[in-house]
């Protein structure tokens, strides 16, 4: 389906590298778009791939076949609309890279949790040696492009994260398992709605086969409502039929009439949230047929990912935590729930047009005081004063909030940075704000 063929990949960051490497190496002959001005980075690739360019979305972009849109370009832009007319079929990075692939995917989307989740099935499928790659929206991570280049053996599991924005313009792309974690406002200054959200998400159940599975949160009200399907599992706090859940100090899986307990008492990541991540990796491993009583034991072995709940550093009995990707109210919940009441707060970034009363509620509910800093740091500070809160500050760059926070924790709290807000006022993503924390952190180390 590539030899020949002209593609139009708009968009060229992170998956608009990979699939125009990907369809060069097919023989394929692509057209890059871009609105920004390249790289020295993006020219090299373009030269290295001889790829044609533009920086600009011109009417060039319509002499395809396939036009490739990359996430971050939103399909409301001109030529994707004259792209519909035109009847030039407009697909994502993930539908054109899969049909390249005769592998099984493991997919997880959903608000949050995603990259956790797909990161812990994908430790656990390795425990249980299935040979397996991660990818997909995940980072640091590899694109499915990046997976797919490589020509992996067909019997080889391919667990990816994917976003929103990747299952929008999805044709045939069908997972073995699809997992959605949990749905709660976000990105809605690209949606019109939470049900247009959502129905992105569920994008990714369109093509599947009676013998994959969809694994759902029975506890997110989004979600709950959603009607069963024969092949849809559980996973949920309280007792479930065919599913994940918690008991005691153990999760409970049960599947095709079988029952497994683990015990999650070696388990580090701490927080509730991760203990639902942990469940949906568990419930997906079993469902490709691998399962150990013996698991637990290795749960010890398990590794977060940087930027979500990672321990950074502890000064003067101060326990300091990197929560960088935590960009929406409801992770923020979660968040300020898994460090408890003794802690410091440093939050704030760019509004992506959602509520904060969950915001500000959490922060009065745990946290002894709290460093404001972006965008909205004069909202927030105004909502905690309306509230009568006010043990709080702003601090106009991360640096200071930092050293602030440093000064003010007393012995046995915690410092906990959870944003709660976008990175894009500041940093050039979540990743650049959390390296950035924890270069401030460590040099008080």
Same mark, same amino acid.
């Given at each position: 389906m590539v030899k020949d063929k002209r593609f139009s990949v708009i968009g060229f960051g992170r998956s608009g590298q990979a699939i125009s490497k990907l369809l060069t190496a097919k023989q394929g002959i692509v057209f890059v778009s871009d609105s920004k001005p390249m790289s020295k980075e993006q020219m090299k690739i373009i030269a290295d791939y001889h790829l044609r360019y533009e920086t600009s979305h011109s009417e060039d972009i319509l002499d395809a076949d396939y036009i490739i849109l990359s996430p971050g370009v939103p399909d409301t832009i001109e030529m994707v609309t004259r792209a519909a007319w035109k009847r030039i079929p407009v697909l994502s990075e993930i539908e054109i890279a899969s049909r390249l692939m005769k592998n099984?995917?493991?997919?997880? =989307?959903? =608000? *949050?949790?995603?990259? /956790? =989740? %797909?990161y812990l099935t994908y430790q656990i499928l390795r425990m249980l040696g299935v040979d397996c790659d991660l990818g997909g929206n995940i980072s640091p991570g590899k694109s499915l492009s990046e997976i797919a280049i490589n020509e992996p053996d067909k019997n080889r599991i391919i667990v990816l994260e994917l976003s929103s924005f990747q299952l929008e313009h999805i044709v045939k792309f069908t997972p073995y398992i699809g997992m959605i974690t949990n749905i709660s406002d976000d990105h809605l200054d690209r949606y019109k709605s939470i049900d247009d959200y959502l129905n992105a998400k569920m994008q990714l159940f369109k093509n599947m086969k009676d013998e994959g599975y969809r694994i759902l949160n029975k506890d997110d009200s989004s979600l709950s409502r959603?009607?069963? %399907?024969? *092949? =849809?599992?559980?996973?949920?706090e309280n007792e479930v039929t065919r599913g994940a859940f918690l008991r005691g100090k153990e999760i409970i899986v049960r599947f095709n009439d079988k029952e497994m307990a683990y015990?999650?008492?070696?388990?580090?990541?701490?927080?509730?949230? *991760?203990?639902?991540?942990l469940m949906f990796a568990l419930l997906s491993a079993v469902a490709v047929h691998k399962h150990s009583p013996s698991l637990s034991d290795r749960f010890g072995e398990i590794k977060g990912l940087e930027h979500r709940m990672e321990f950074v550093a502890e000064i003067n009995n101060v326990k300091i935590y990197n929560n960088s990707m935590c960009t929406n109210p409801k992770a923020f919940v979660a968040s300020l729930e898994s460090c408890g009441f003794n802690? /410091?707060?440093i939050l704030g970034g760019r509004n992506k047009n959602f509520d904060t009363d969950m915001i500000i509620k959490a922060v009065i509910k745990y946290a002894k005081r709290a460093f404001i800093i972006g965008e909205v740091r004069e909202s927030i500070k105004e909502l905690l004063d309306s509230e009568g809160y006010s043990n709080h500050a702003t601090a106009s760059t991360l640096e200071e909030a930092v050293e602030n926070a440093l000064k003010s924790a007393e012995s046995g709290t915690t410092i906990n940075f959870s944003p709660g807000f976008s990175s894009f006022d500041m940093f050039k993503d979540f990743i650049d704000r959390g390296n950035k924390f924890k270069e401030i952190v460590k040099k008080h180390v």
């Open positions: 099984r995917f493991v997919c997880v =989307t959903g =608000t *949050n949790g995603k990259s /956790t =989740t %797909a959603i009607e069963p %399907a024969s *092949n =849809t599992l559980y996973v949920s015990d999650v008492s070696r388990f580090p990541l701490i927080g509730k949230h *991760n203990l639902y991540n802690q /410091t707060v």
